[in-house]
């Protein structure tokens, strides 16, 4: 066996780690493509949604004392805020996980706020985009409450944002 071989071959501790990590990037694979086929699939159903809405709002003239086009539009938001939220996710862990190490992103075209370069930066940006997400869905319970009487259960919502938003901001702070 000459030197050049042994060079070639790492030593065995180090082979079990490399499969371990090869063995993740297929799972990140698995995680995206479940992730980008959610998001698809809430893009649609918000989509839906939102045509349904419009096209009772352009057809049928006044609104019913009953009838609530609005409200559906602001649940089609939930839904494509949601598909928004899984986009990310499938974005930055295909970055994390699955890009060349020497990738840089000096020459990107994306915008500076997709620039994902540690696990961090993702979780972040996640908790921002979820955040976001949560007082859509808190304004369409609670615009919903309106028109029927609201319980104390309308209030965990908007309460798990502010801790959210109070968490991020200490985070931040660190």
């Known amino acids: 066996m000459s030197d050049s071989d042994d060079r070639a071959q ?47 709002a352009l057809t049928r003239g006044p609104v019913a004392a009953g009838e609530r086009p609005g409200l559906e539009l602001l649940h089609s938001l939930d839904f494509l805020l949601l598909a928004l939220v899984l986009i990310i996710l499938a974005f930055g ?53 309106m028109f029927e009487e609201l319980a104390w259960t309308g209030l965990v919502i908007p309460a798990a944002i502010f801790l959210l938003a109070v968490s991020l901001y200490f985070m931040k702070k660190a």
């Open 10 to 56: 790492p030593p065995s501790g180090h082979r079990g780690a490399f499969e371990h990590l090869l063995r993740a990037r297929y799972l990140a694979v698995v995680v995206v493509v479940l992730a980008l086929l959610h998001a698809l699939t809430f893009l649609f159903m918000g989509t839906q949604i939102a045509l349904k809405a419009y096209h009772y």
């Open 93 to 145: 862990v295909a970055k994390l996980f699955l890009r060349r190490p020497d990738a840089s992103d000096q020459d990107s075209p994306l915008p500076s706020w997709l620039r994902i370069e540690t696990f961090s930066d993702l979780k972040y940006l996640l908790w921002e985009t979820i955040l976001t997400a949560l007082l859509i869905i808190a304004l369409s319970t609670l615009t919903s409450g």
